[in-house]
């Protein structure tokens, strides 16, 4: 067996063991902000659009954004319980993803996962020529931590990927299985929280423990803001460092960045919503037992499932009601969102309408 990663692998010698070595010797790109009276430095242009609204909600639109968003990152901080300087912003948890891959995976190198899992892991590793693998979950959809880590120990994966809880399933890894994940094995080990809100705990507040661990969240669930296209990296300052000369200058624009930072400030809406989204997944599990329909636990904003109605997607599309349906592996599978107790509703009656016709 491997010796612990955390123990035996520290800064430095971590990031050669892990880090690309074109991206190990990369220089950044570096911005200032130095005050001025005229500045003429980057060659931006005048605002000739929107400059007719009212001063006060007037952005500096022919301004480059933050390189840092520091204000957003220092109150995603404020709400994580973790220091800024752990923080990277980005254009969703996609773009966190996609650095991931971009700093750690060369030609050939290792990706592991389970599955089934979120489908942009091997699409991101395919488009850096690294090679997925991934490890199946147990029959009840439940994560086998065991097996993932005897599967790291025989192809030496340079990134695991954990998305907790799981998306499409809902199956939810706890702090001690993700530790033994860590310990057990030897790779940079990301938890993907897109869904976190919606579950029992995180594990974005053990990032300073390790060297090696990468958390990321999102504003696309919970807080409802997928539009503006907002993620986060959490990990220790030496991985944010690296991370940072990966990223696109100004990768986050400045509208993102003002509307996370207000959403960021409004955490208890947030957390009412998902306290509402919790009562009605449980509700809907209940009623969909009733029906029969094998579902399974989840501890995110949907639900899994199973079902042998002919039809089922389609027939409900024909109602207006869009589910994710599933195929090869899966076929007979699927993933309902948990929505508005109406749009609940509508779904329950539309599956009960279609069992009291089967039967
Ligand atoms: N991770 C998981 C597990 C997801 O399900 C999604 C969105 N479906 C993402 C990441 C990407 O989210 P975003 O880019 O909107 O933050």
Redesign the pocket.
């Known amino acids: 067996m491997q010796m612990p990663f955390p123990s035996d692998l520290r800064g430095e010698e971590m990031m050669k063991t892990f880090v690309r070595e074109t991206i190990l010797n990369l220089k950044g790109y570096e911005t200032k902000n130095t005050p001025y009276v005229y500045k003429l430095d980057a060659n931006e242009g005048k605002t000739l659009f929107f400059s007719d609204q009212a001063t006060s909600e007037r952005e500096d639109f022919n301004r480059y954004p933050d390189n840092e968003a520091t204000v957003l990152c220092e109150v995603m901080g404020k709400f994580l319980g973790v220091p800024t300087e752990n923080i990277v912003a980005g254009?969703?948890?996609?773009?966190?993803?996609e650095l991931i891959m971009k700093t750690f995976i060369d030609t050939g190198d290792g990706v592991l996962s389970f599955t089934p899992?979120?489908s942009?892991y091997e699409v991101f590793t395919n488009i850096y020529s690294g090679r997925f693998f991934s490890v199946p979950s147990r029959r009840d959809f439940s994560l086998d931590v065991d097996a993932l880590i005897a599967k790291a120990n025989e192809i030496k994966p340079k990134v695991i990927l954990l998305?907790n809880p799981?998306?499409?399933t809902g199956a939810f890894l706890t702090e001690a299985e993700i530790k033994k994940v860590i310990e057990e094995t030897n790779a940079i080990i990301v938890v993907?929280e897109?869904?976190i809100e919606f579950s029992d705990g995180s594990f974005v507040n053990q990032v300073n423990q390790y060297e090696n661990v990468i958390v990321?969240?999102?504003?696309?669930?919970a807080f409802g803001l997928?539009s503006i296209?907002?993620?986060f990296m959490v990990a220790n300052k030496e991985v944010i460092n690296i991370i940072k000369k990966v990223k696109p200058p100004y990768n986050l624009n400045s509208l993102s960045q003002k509307y996370g930072i207000e959403a960021l400030q409004k955490t208890e809406k947030m957390s009412r919503y998902v306290l509402e989204i919790k009562q009605e997944r449980e509700k809907l599990y209940q009623e969909m037992k009733k029906l029969n329909i094998e579902v399974y636990p989840s501890q995110a904003n949907f639900l899994f499932f199973k079902s042998t109605l002919v039809d089922l997607a389609e027939r409900l599309q024909e109602k207006g009601i869009l589910i994710r349906q599933f195929s090869g592996d899966l076929a007979w599978y699927y993933r309902v969102t948990i929505g508005e107790k109406e749009e609940n509703s509508a779904f329950l009656n539309g599956v009960k309408e279609m069992v009291s016709h089967a039967s």
């Open positions: 254009n969703g948890s996609s773009e966190m993803i899992s979120f942009m998305c799981n998306n499409p993907d897109a869904y990321l969240r999102t504003v696309s669930k997928a296209r907002l993620g």
